[in-house]
């Protein structure tokens, strides 16, 4: 469908280079229906409709936008020129999910929050090494959460205030920079978890129950502000808690 965009416009992240601000009016992004939109710190990727192709635009900083463009920002720009399903745009990275199930990441990669580049390659691809697809992808600030088929969660980048889900604190978690499973139940098939979400430097997961229409809500990472909506005494949680369990919930969404 249409997408619409308004706010801050210095590095172009509404889709249009001029605004008039006298005359500002709503008007959808030109030239493309869009099946998802995700809005980054400064830039926009989007999913379209027809294709599946990823577009994207706004600040380029770390190549978060276009990875073969040197420019500063970037206008609407065609990026990944295959089918996909699932897209996410972090602080200074971005992350999209193939149709053929794999993940893709590009831009700043200075906490492992993006998968390491081959040889003369500009996006980094993934897959577990069971061969099973990957669903969806959340980026935070410093780190990238992964969910499978299965209803695994995979994390990878910072763990400083435990928002991959480890007891391992780290402001760089992975040796080998491949995401690892979330500690607890979310690391094994059948969790029950079909969406997952990143804020800042928390995390959260929700969870269907098998034999109602009611979902669980679980949580992990910086808490310091009751970002988890628990209580909060000063410390992080490091691995998965329930914070609403057995609710009419539709989906859940992090700031």
């Known amino acids: 469908g249409d997408l619409f965009l308004w706010g801050w416009n210095d590095d172009y992240q509404l889709g249009v280079v001029d605004i008039e601000d006298e005359e500002f009016v ?13 809005l980054g710190h400064n830039h926009t990727l989007v999913l379209e409709k027809l294709t ?3 577009y994207s635009f706004g600040s380029n900083s770390g190549g978060k936008c276009c990875p073969n463009e040197k420019r500063k920002s970037v206008t609407v720009s065609r990026v990944i020129d295959e089918r996909c399903e699932n897209i996410s ?12 199930g794999e993940l893709i990441t590009f831009g700043c990669n200075k906490f492992g929050q993006c998968l390491p580049l081959k040889k003369d390659e500009q996006f980094g691809r993934w897959r577990p090494s069971d061969g099973c697809s990957l669903v969806q992808v959340c980026c935070g600030y410093k780190h990238t959460l992964i969910l499978d088929e299965h209803g695994r969660i995979w994390a990878m980048g910072s763990n400083k205030f435990g928002q991959l889900g480890s007891n391992y604190k780290s402001d760089y978690d992975q040796s080998d920079g491949k995401p690892s499973l979330v500690s607890g139940r979310f690391g ?3 969790s029950g978890c079909y969406e997952i979400n990143c804020g800042w430097s928390h995390s959260v997961a929700l969870v269907r129950n098998p034999d109602s229409a009611k979902k669980s809500v679980y949580g992990w990472g910086r808490n310091d502000k009751g970002q988890l ?17 057995e609710l009419l ?4 969404k992090c700031g």
């Open 52 to 54: 599946g192709f990823v």
């Open 26 to 38: 709503l008007k959808p992004l030109k030239n493309l229906k869009v099946e998802m939109a995700s």
């Open 249 to 252: 919930i539709e989906t859940v």
């Open 89 to 100: 745009a972090g602080v200074f990275h971005s992350a999209a999910i193939s149709c053929s």
């Open 229 to 245: 909506g628990i209580e909060s005494n000063g410390t992080n949680i490091c691995t998965p808690v329930p914070v609403f369990e």
């Open 188 to 190: 094994e098939k059948g």
